[in-house]
């Protein structure tokens, strides 16, 4: 009976003594594979071309100081056929699950193989939770389009349950990342997807008045054109010989640019075109009727 009491008590110690067992540490594992969104893209990206003419009429002046005479212009905008660029894209999408009973630690997924190394981006779901599946993306600008291409991906977790600190796989203290690696051969598409951009544009004139001359244009610029339709923009310009000396002949020109809008595709260039028009101003009729004089 005694015994039986001395049991009872020294149990009883023990488990009032406040000594706490530490619990062996607990991992989780994954799964991983490529997403539908892991390939070689080729894509034509089209895009108009925009043109234009200008012209005016008469197409020489004769002011003496204090006179003035408007002159019409004529400008014709219209676009080509398009401009096609070829676009090569590499895109690789991880998709990966955790399919043990712990949240995963210290994430990692770094590429490899004909890529190089790069390591992902996985700020957006740095943690999978057990259960949870996330696909991450990489995309990669190429210069060419391969024949084929092999990519590798390895994915890694500092709590891997088979690869905890301390196990037979991983003996010590020290952490060892491990998770699967998966692989892949890519294979080009046989033809691009074609992309049509159809951008409006932006359309000014400039005009560079000689000293002594003012130059007072009728239009407000820019304006803008619709891709839809070609366009025609009809518009005068005042010039005034305000103190140009006699006896010169002076050149104004007319420099029209069109601009395209940005487009949607950031990798397509803004178009740009430009056309000069160059009006004769003299300021008398002796330097018009000079060279017929000397010809006689």
Same mark, same amino acid.
Request: hydrophobic share 40%.
């Given at each position: ?125 740095? %943690? ?65 997807? %074609? ?102």
């Amino acid at each position: 009976m005694k015994r039986v009491m001395l049991a009872l008590v020294l149990i009883v110690v023990l488990s009032s003594s406040g000594v706490v067992v530490a619990e062996e540490p607990a991992g989780t594992t994954l799964m991983a594979e490529f997403g539908e969104d892991t390939g070689l893209l080729w894509m034509a990206k089209s895009l108009i071309e925009w043109l234009l003419d200008i012209s005016a009429t008469p197409n020489f002046l004769i002011l003496r100081r204090g006179e003035e005479q408007e002159v019409s212009f004529f400008l014709e905008v219209e676009h080509s056929t398009m401009l096609t660029t070829n676009h090569y894209l590499l895109t690789v999408e991880v998709c990966v699950v955790n399919t043990g009973a712990e949240s995963t630690e210290n994430l990692s997924i770094a590429l490899g193989g004909d890529i190089g190394h790069e390591v992902l981006d996985l700020s957006e779901k740095p %943690v999978l939770n057990p259960g949870e599946e996330y696909c991450y993306k990489f995309e990669k600008d190429l210069s060419f389009l391969p024949s084929s291409y092999y990519v590798q991906a390895q994915v890694a977790i500092s709590n891997h349950a088979d690869w905890l600190p301390g196990s037979e796989n991983c003996p010590g203290m020290a952490v060892c990342p491990y998770g699967p690696t998966i692989a892949e051969v890519l294979l080009p598409p046989r033809f691009p997807t %074609v992309r049509h951009f159809y951008t409006d544009a932006s359309v000014s004139v400039e005009i560079t008045c000689p000293e002594g001359f003012e130059c007072i244009s009728g239009q407000e610029w820019p304006v803008s054109v619709n891709w839809l339709e070609e366009s025609s923009i009809p518009h005068t310009v005042l010039f005034k010989n305000d103190s140009a000396p006699s006896g010169q002949v002076y050149e104004i020109k007319a420099r029209a640019t069109v601009v395209s809008t940005a487009p949607e595709w950031p990798q397509l260039p803004v178009q740009r075109s430009a056309d000069v028009f160059t009006l004769t101003a003299y300021s008398d009729w002796y330097r018009v009727l000079l060279p017929l004089i000397g010809n006689h």
